[in-house]
């Protein structure tokens, strides 16, 4: 895989206190918002989504 690099583009999430780092981070009211949110940025940025399990997505280009 070398030369391969996989960058995360996103993170959403429901708990604030959960998340930070250099990535742009979206908070979410609730489930359903943190998917619509997960889908749109997906669809834009040519990515996809990754479900942490703990509340919340990452946006990745492979």
Known sequence: ME???SNILAVIALNKELVSG???IFFARNEEEMEKVAGYL???LN????????G???VVRH
Do not use: C, E, Q, R
């Not at 990515?47 to 703990?54: F, I, K, R």
């Open 3 to 5: 030369g391969k690099f």
């Open 22 to 24: 250099g990535a742009p």
């Open 42 to 44: 997906s669809k834009i």
């Open 47 to 54: 990515a996809m989504v990754h479900d942490l399990g703990n």
């Open 56 to 58: 919340s997505y990452i």
